[in-house]
């Protein structure tokens, strides 16, 4: 993968110039930075930071405060190691359907900047010191919810689920709220209802999201032969899903709020899930009358309300 350039020079004895071929220091230090790009890319770093927004809410109404620093570095630091490990091998598995899909064909395996065995073992390896600092670092509680969650993502999610049942995105939410507790267990050594209550709005809170990312990929999921719901069933189906469980989040958020927390939480969780939810039911009006959908306003706006509702949580453990 060496950019190489080109010189002439000549020999001694006069000769015609003849060709050397050199790397520049230049060309090396581009090629670092596009292999060190490349794996990156393969972690998912935006995934990585949605997570970690739900984490550190919630160790700090474990703690009923701020952890110490420390713990929440390490947390943080095991978190992203983890998931970024179940995002490589997602990219693993994954790679003979993401070069059929326009919105991961340049992803590094399909692009062929980075070999399948190397992200293997990239993988392999990030899952293992994720876990071993998380045990190391906190309690097997924390450490065994980590690698549960890396496992069940890519074990049974991507590697079963997501190629056989359009249900793929409702069990595949299991690991993505899985933060959640992995966050409160690394507190606290346990798991208290608020902590499941938290459990349930992120995992509600992932159908809609990934529904409304499914329907603007709809074409790219059925190329590749990827059952999503939006793919296989009708638009109704599809609208029903999206209003039940944009629903389902806001109770569970509400629910949270007999559980210790303040008004503040308790008002913030009303608006921005009404706000939710209005935005669901407009996509699925536009849905049903054959107007122009635009799903990507309900999945962008639905990662704006669960950033405004975890720094709720977070700001009512601080009061």
């Not at 064909?105 to 900047?113: E, M, S, Y």
């Not at 990312?213 to 719901?229: E, H, N, S």
């Not at 709020?257 to 608006?271: D, E, H, K, Q, R």
């Amino acid at each position: 993968m060496s950019m190489i350039t080109e010189r002439p020079v000549s020999n001694s004895a006069g000769q015609p110039p003849v060709s050397t071929l050199t790397e520049t220091p230049a060309a090396g230090r581009r090629d670092v930075r596009a292999v060190v790009s490349a794996y990156v890319a393969l972690t998912k770093p935006r995934i990585v930071e949605l997570l970690l927004v739900t984490t550190v809410p919630a160790m700090m109404l474990a703690d009923g405060g701020m952890p110490s620093l420390w713990l929440v570095a390490v947390v943080l630091l095991g978190g992203s190691l983890a998931a970024g490990a179940a995002s490589v091998l997602n990219c693993y598995i994954d790679r003979d359907i993401d070069q059929l899909m326009r919105r991961t064909k340049r992803r590094p395996l399909p692009a062929h900047t980075v070999s399948p065995r190397s992200a293997l073992i990239f993988g392999l390896v990030l899952a293992a010191i994720s876990v071993a600092l998380m045990a190391a670092t906190t309690n097997w509680l924390a450490a065994g919810l980590t690698l549960a969650a890396i496992a069940y993502y890519d074990l049974v999610y991507t590697l079963w689920l997501k190629r056989t049942t359009a249900a793929n995105t409702f069990w595949g939410g299991i690991c993505g709220a899985a933060p959640v507790l992995i966050g409160w267990a690394a507190v606290t050594g346990s798991l208290a209802p608020a902590a499941w209550g938290l459990f349930l709005v992120v995992f509600f809170w992932q159908l809609p999201h990934f529904y409304a990312l499914a329907i603007k990929y709809k074409t790219d999921y059925a190329r590749a032969g990827i059952p999503m719901l939006p793919v296989v069933a009708s638009v109704r189906r599809v609208n029903a899903e999206i209003l039940a469980f944009s629903w389902l989040t806001l109770l569970s958020s509400l629910a949270v709020w007999p559980l210790g927390m303040s008004p503040i939480y308790g008002v913030t969780a009303l608006v921005v899930g009404g706000v939710f939810v209005v935005e669901a039911h407009k996509l699925c009006r536009r849905a049903t009358r054959g107007e122009a959908v635009k799903p990507m306003r309900l999945f962008h706006w639905s990662t704006t309300y669960l950033t405004i509702l975890f720094a709720a949580v977070a700001l009512d453990a601080l009061l």
